[in-house]
């Protein structure tokens, strides 16, 4: 393996284990959202019923 390559391999694996960590930090600040966009209201629908898929 050349060096290139090993400096891309290192490159590859910090953008993506990076960015896992980085976003479950994030979720682990901040689980739910503390306001929805406008239009976005939280209706609780997942809470009714079981989810039904259409096949």
């Not at 391999?9 to 896992?20: D, S, T």
Request: proline share 11%; hydrophobic share 40%.
């Amino acid at each position: 393996m050349s060096p290139v390559a090993i400096v891309f391999l290192i490159f590859a694996m910090l953008v993506v284990w990076g960015g896992l960590v980085g976003s479950a930090l994030y979720l682990r600040r901040h689980p739910e959202p503390k306001e929805y966009p406008p239009g976005g209201t939280d209706d609780h629908r997942e809470d009714v019923a079981p989810i039904e898929h259409d096949t």
